[in-house]
Every structure is written in structure tokens, then in C-alpha cells.
């Protein structure tokens, strides 16, 4: 269930900045009741008050860049980091299986933001409370069910961007997952808290966000076995993340191989200890008034490796039917004709600016992993790296459904023909490849964007004939790729 066109996602550029001083905690609210006040009709991190205002504002900018907060601009130690991976939690080197479950409660009093956000109606989309020991709070859940729920059905587990989905821009509202799964049988959960906690077992706490942060002993121990039997599921789970959760659902399959049966990764990145994933996580994590060291501890740490995808790749072997989808950071057509096409010519410049750099980012992680798992001699893991596509909605719907026959083929259900995935990123067309030689990608963006400032100035407005210009180059280019995106 879409709605027409989205503001643009506020996530910041990873790769252009620095953090190293943790903020205070304003305490908001007490840990039990975080963003469970049922009159509350809007997004609970807009209480965050207390965030720095625009980059220029982080504290400790050029020495975190340099040598990760040394006070000697020269130092390089952090920088190059460790290459060892860390595949036990050295949390708990014996499991977590003497940890208590979730409790659940399948009729709670449903929450005002939940019926605003994502239009929990007690029928179709219902909410669900689950009650976290890791967490000591209630977290809710949105559950999308099956159209035929008379037998158990599988489950996806679907997690969201930055803020968690909490808000406005979630799956239900940007995509059509929810009919996609529910007129094909799939129940889907979707977590309403988690703004950005990186869904992971933090070292830390925040005040800010509800207390403590124990995000994948919840979704992966406290929260599946006792949901499933509560809501009919048959036991069989996929899990999908984009943007900020894409590298979280990477990190729980190098954790646990096939308690999922498949696993989908859109516009993520799998680094958490590189000097790149910092600052990824720096970026986004600033927006919640937290620092990298709070979720994964110092770099090089036995923790903060465990929870590197990159390093433990050679667990994503074991992982089947694992999609990993990147596009380039390119504009394309999808970005004026999409349902979620941003709307003004500021939103319009955000999306080529903005939503280039984070999918740039996220496309050099990606292909950061593919090298790795190449070198490992791993070719079970299902690359798909689009020619085109910024940061945004339309191309992560884009990624379901080329996701959606994988996911059934682990259901042991018949989703269709597994499609022709493009690896490379390089399409196999004449065109496309003149197209990719002859315009740096550089240059690309700067003629989009100066097209955009000058049809500002001209108020011509998102119509102008040298933006559209654009958009049927690049359009032509990406359609004749064919085999890959048709």
C-alpha cells in the first residue's frame, strides 16, 4: 500500500564526516513506556532535542577523520584496521539459548502513531506487543496478515531504514510488500521501534532512545519462537533490511547461517569496523544523539569485529538463498516517475546529491564483500548491483520483488523464476557501456544538479527541458540493459 510521493529520506552523507564525543542523554522518557504513550501521534525520536544542528557542528571533525579522535592529526593507527574476523559473540561464547523468550500479547491497546503510520486497522494490519527481558520494555510490532490464514504460514520479518520505519516512510507505506505477502500468503512483522540502533546488540544504553539495545538478542532469541506460535506462523522465517538494517540482516546471518531461509540486503553496508563503516554508522547514528562506540564498542575490538560482516564473510557462505542488492548512485527515470519521486526542486536536488553519495557508499561496501567472498571461492551468494539508482524507495520495491521468488524458493514454495541478477553492475548492452565510459560519474551529478540550480533560477521547475534531457539519456541507457532490469 503506497502512497504517491515521499519526502526524502533524512539520512546524511557517511562518507563526509566525523564523530567522536558522546552527546548526553536527555531521558526523554523512562525505558517501559518509550514510544508506547498510545495518544502519541507522531514519531517518538522527534523528542530528540538535544542532536547536534547540521554537520558543521559535530565536535572532534578533522582528528576522528584523521586517526579516530588521537590528538595527533598524524597518527594513522585506526585507520588501516584489523583484517581477523570474529565469528563467536564474546558476550556469550556459550549461546544465548538459557535466555528467556519474549512475551506476547496479541490485543493490545494500539497505538495513535501506528494507525497514523502505517494504518493498523485490528484487520489486515494489526499491531502485536512483545514484551523484551534483553530490552526490559515493550516493543510493537506491526503484523500484515495472510489473506488466508486457515494453515501456518511462513514469516517475513521485514526491518526498517534509519528511524526504524516509525515513522511516515516504512514498507506499508513506500512499497506494496504488504499485498505482495499478504495476497501470497506470507505473514509479515515489522518492528515500530529501533530508530537507529543498527537492530544490534549494543555495548551501551541511550537515554534518548528508550533505554537499552539488545535489538538482535530480541529479533533473533527473545522474539520468533513464541510470535510464530502465537500468530499460526509453520516456523519457516525470511528477514529483509534496507539502508541502515540492510548490513544488520548481513550481520545476523554471519551469526547464525539459515535460521533464516533466505535473507534480503538492499543499500546496506556490511563494515562496522572500517574506517568507511564508521562513519557510515557515524552519520546515521548522530541523528539519535549516539557515537559509533556506543552500538559496537572501540574499533578493532573483538566486538566490534563479531559484528562485521566484512570480516566474517566466510559465514555468508553457509547462508542460502542470500540477496544482496546495490545500485550505482546514478539518477534515473525512476527518480521523476516513481511513486515515491520527491516532490519540489529542493527535494528533487537532495535526491541527486544526497541519494547519490549514501548509494555510492553503499555500493563500495557492497562491493567491498563481493571481492572478499570471491577471493573465498563463494559463489552462492546472489549479487544484484543496479546500473542507475539513488538512495530510495522505489528501487528497494524494485529489490523485493526481484527477492521475492528467492524468498519463496526458502519457503520451499513455488515465487516464480529466480531472476537474471547482474553481478557485475556492468550491463551487457553497447550502449550502456558507452554510457558508463564516456560520463564519470562525477560529472553525471554535477550536470544533474547545475541543471536543477538553473531551472531553480529560471523557475521552470522539475519540468525544465534540460532536466528531462537528462532523464531520457539515462533512461535510455538503463533500459537497454534488458537481460538485467526489464
Not at 584489523?82 to 556469550?92: A, F, I
Not at 539488545?214 to 506462523?233: C, D, N, S, V
Request: charge should be negative; charged fraction near 20%; hydrophobic fraction near 35%.
Amino acid at each position: 500500500m503506497r502512497k504517491g510521493n515521499s519526502k526524502l529520506l533524512s539520512v546524511v552523507v557517511a562518507c563526509s564526516v566525523g564523530l567522536s564525543a558522546a552527546f548526553a542523554g536527555t531521558g526523554i522518557a523512562s525505558a517501559y513506556d518509550y514510544g508506547m504513550d498510545p495518544a502519541q501521534n507522531y514519531n517518538p525520536i522527534d523528542d530528540i532535542t538535544e542532536r547536534p544542528v547540521g554537520l558543521s557542528k559535530l565536535p572532534y571533525f578533522g582528528s576522528k577523520l584523521t586517526s579516530w579522535g588521537s590528538s595527533d592529526g598524524t597518527a594513522s593507527s585506526g585507520v588501516i584496521t584489523s583484517g581477523l574476523p570474529q565469528y563467536t559473540d564474546p558476550r556469550y561464547p556459550d549461546g544465548k539459548d538459557l535466555l528467556p523468550k519474549a512475551t506476547i500479547d496479541m490485543d493490545p491497546e494500539v497505538l495513535a502513531r501506528l494507525e497514523r503510520f502505517i494504518g493498523v486497522d485490528g484487520g489486515r494490519i494489526r499491531q502485536i506487543n512483545a514484551y523484551s527481558p534483553s530490552m526490559e520494555r515493550t516493543i510493537p510490532l506491526v503484523w500484515i496478515v495472510p489473506e488466508d490464514n486457515s494453515v501456518p504460514r511462513p514469516t517475513l520479518y521485514a526491518l526498517g531504514g534509519g528511524d526504524a520505519g516509525q515513522g511516515g516512510d516504512n514498507w506499508v507505506t513506500r512499497t506494496d510488500l504488504d499485498e505482495l505477502m499478504s495476497e501470497n500468503n506470507v505473514n509479515v512483522i515489522l518492528p515500530m521501534l529501533g530508530a537507529y540502533s543498527f537492530f544490534a546488540d549494543w555495548v551501551g544504553e541511550s537515554a534518548d532512545l528508550g533505554g537499552k539495545q539488545q535489538w538482535e538478542t530480541f529479533l533473533m532469541h527473545e522474539l520468533p519462537e513464541p510470535l510464530e506460535a502465537a500468530i499460526g506462523a509453520d516456523g519457516q522465517r525470511s528477514i529483509i533490511g534496507m539502508s541502515m538494517s540492510g548490513g544488520s540482516v548481513l550481520n545476523f546471518a554471519t551469526h547464525d547461517p539459515n535460521f533464516y531461509s533466505s535473507v534480503g540486503s538492499f543499500s546496506g553496508c556490511a563494515e562496522t569496523n572500517s574506517w568507511m563503516g564508521r562513519r557510515g554508522i557515524a552519520a546515521t547514528a548522530y541523528n539519535g544523539n549516539v557515537v559509533p562506540e556506543q552500538i559496537f564498542g572501540d574499533v578493532d575490538s573483538d566486538y566490534s569485529r563479531y559484528n562485521d560482516p566484512l570480516l566474517n564473510a566466510a559465514k555468508l557462505g553457509e547462508q542460502d538463498n542470500l540477496y544482496i542488492f546495490s545500485a550505482s548512485g546514478l539518477f534515473s527515470e525512476i527518480d521523476i516517475i516513481g511513486d515515491n519521486a520527491p516532490v519540489g526542486e529542493d527535494a528533487l536536488k537532495d535526491r541527486l546529491t544526497v541519494g547519490f553519495q549514501i548509494e555510492a557508499m553503499s555500493n563500495s561496501c557492497t562491493h567491498n564483500l563481493k571481492a572478499a567472498t570471491d577471493q573465498m571461492g563463494i559463489t552462492s551468494i546472489n549479487y544484484d548491483f543496479r546500473e542507475t539508482g539513488t538512495h530510495a524507495w522505489d528501487y528497494w520495491n524494485e529489490a523485493l520483488h526481484r527477492f521475492y521468488p528467492l524468498m519463496m524458493q526458502g519457503f520451499g514454495l513455488d515465487g516464480g523464476p529466480i531472476p537474471v541478477y547482474n553481478p557485475s553492475g556492468v550491463s551487457s548492452s553497447e550502449s550502456s557501456s558507452e554510457f558508463s565510459s564516456d560520463v564519470s560519474l562525477g560529472g553525471v551529478i554535477g550536470s544533474v544538479t547545475g541543471s536543477v540550480t538553473g531551472s531553480a533560477a529560471g523557475s521552470s521547475g522539475i519540468g525544465s527541458s534540460d532536466v528531462r534531457e537528462f532523464i531520457a539519456g539515462s533512461s535510455g541507457s538503463s533500459q537497454s540493459a534488458g537481460s538485467y532490469y526489464e
